[in-house]
Nanobody, 119 residues
Framework: QVQLVESGGGLVQAGGSLTLSCVASGRTFTRYAMGWFRQAPGKDREFVAGISWSGGSTVLTNSVKGRFTISRDNTKNTYLQMNSLKPEDTAVYYC?????????????WGQGTQVTVSS
């Protein structure tokens, strides 16, 4: 069982930066790939970034490439560094854990953290 708690959201002006953090509880954290998703009002939840259990592989959706970076440490933390933020990045951001990057299955979810980018 893995429990996830996100933090770091907030209000930022366009062009600014935020770093989201996700802390996992449970002894098997290192066995899971980690991902970040977001859901804007009236839209479906979309994949933003993912990182393999080892941290050796990452994937980003095209709209955030060159602006966002996903990383994880050897404890229980996963991060999403967001630079050059745009109003269209406004959404609730969710952390997720799954059995493997690319498998398309995410078994555990956090409660989400709001990111609002003003123009």
């Amino acid at each position: 069982q893995v429990q996830l708690v996100e933090s770091g959201g907030g209000l930022v002006q366009a062009g600014g930066s935020l770093t989201l953090s996700c802390v996992a509880s449970g002894r098997t954290f290192t066995r899971y790939a980690m991902g970040w998703f977001r859901q804007a009002p009236g839209k479906d939840r979309e994949f933003v970034a993912g990182i393999s259990w080892s941290g050796g592989s990452t994937v980003l959706t095209n709209s955030v490439k060159g602006r966002f970076t996903i990383s994880r440490d050897n404890t229980k933390n996963t991060y999403l560094q967001m630079n050059s933020l745009k109003p269209e990045d406004t959404a609730v951001y969710y952390c997720a854990a799954g059995p493997g990057l690319g498998q398309g299955r995410w078994d555990y979810w956090g409660q989400g953290t709001q990111v609002t980018v003003s123009s």
